[in-house]
C-alpha cells in the first residue's frame, strides 16, 4: 500500500542555518505530497503542497519539490529561527487506492537554538 | 470566520469506559475525517464522513465509530476504552474530493 518514510529526528540545528528534512513516499499512481507542521500542544498545520511531478510548493521560506523519478518531496529552508522548532509531517493524498485521505510519515522534530 | 474546533480540550478516561468527541468544520466545508495521533507517531486515519455517511475507514476497529450531523459537525465515539486509545484524535475538514485538509486543534484522550 502506499506509505510514506521520513528522516529521524530530532534535527537540531543553530538559528540561520540550513535545513533539509528528506522525505520519500511508495504510491501508485499520482498522488499529492504536503508538508504539515505541529507546534508543541497544537494541532496541524498545512505548511505546503505540491500536486504533480516537478511542482514546488512554497510558504513561509520553506520550499519542497515533488521528485516522481525519486519518489522524494524534501523539504528546505535556507535560514531557519528559533521559531521554526516544531515537528514536521510529510504526507501523501491519494495515488490508485488512496482514497480521500491522508497518509503520514512519523515526523520529524526540528529544534532550533540561538 | 472560525476554522476548525474540537472539543474537550483534554479528557480522563478509565479503560472499559465510553467516550464522545465532538468536532466542527471549517465554515464552507461539508466533509470531516478523524485520525488518530499516538505519542510520538504521525497521525492514522480512521474515517471520513460526507453527507451524513462513513465513506471510508482505516484499520480501526469497530470500537470506534462516528455520526455526522446536517450541519456537517460530527462525532467520535470510542466504546470499551483500551490503554492503548491514549492518543490526540484529531479533525479535520474539507471539500468532498478536495485534497487539501484543515486540522482543529485536537482532542487529548488519556485512557486510565
Known amino acids: 500500500g502506499n506509505s510514506v518514510t521520513q528522516m529521524e529526528g530530532p534535527v537540531t540545528l543553530s538559528e540561520e542555518a540550513f535545513l533539509t528534512i528528506n522525505c520519500t513516499y511508495t504510491a501508485t499512481g499520482y498522488p499529492s505530497l504536503f508538508w504539515y507542521v505541529q507546534y508543541p500542544g497544537e494541532g496541524l498545520q498545512l505548511l505546503l503542497k505540491a500536486t504533480k511531478a516537478d511542482d514546488k510548493g512554497s510558504n513561509k521560506g520553506f520550499e519542497a519539490t515533488y521528485r516522481k523519478e525519486t519518489t522524494s518531496f524534501h523539504l528546505e529552508k535556507g535560514s531557519v529561527q528559533v521559531s521554526d522548532s516544531a515537528v514536521y509531517f510529510c504526507a501523501l493524498f491519494g495515488g490508485r487506492g488512496g482514497y480521500n485521505k491522508l497518509i503520514f510519515g512519523a515526523g520529524t522534530r526540528l529544534a532550533v537554538h540561538p | 470566520d472560525a476554522g476548525v474546533t474540537q472539543s474537550p480540550t483534554h479528557l480522563i478516561k478509565t479503560r472499559g469506559q465510553q467516550v464522545t468527541l465532538r468536532c466542527s468544520p471549517k465554515?464552507?466545508?461539508?466533509?470531516v475525517s478523524w485520525y488518530q495521533q499516538a505519542l510520538g507517531q504521525g497521525p492514522q486515519f480512521i474515517f471520513q464522513y460526507y453527507e451524513e455517511e462513513e465513506r471510508q475507514r482505516g484499520n480501526f476497529p469497530d470500537r470506534f465509530s462516528g455520526h455526522q450531523f446536517p450541519n456537517y459537525s460530527s462525532e467520535l465515539n470510542v466504546n470499551a476504552l483500551l490503554l492503548g486509545d491514549s492518543a490526540l484524535y484529531l479533525c479535520?475538514?474539507?471539500?468532498?474530493?478536495?485534497?487539501?485538509?484543515?486540522f482543529g486543534p485536537g482532542t487529548r484522550l488519556l485512557v486510565l
Open positions: 465554515s464552507g466545508h461539508d466533509t
Open positions: 479535520a475538514s474539507s471539500l468532498w474530493g478536495s485534497e487539501t485538509q484543515y
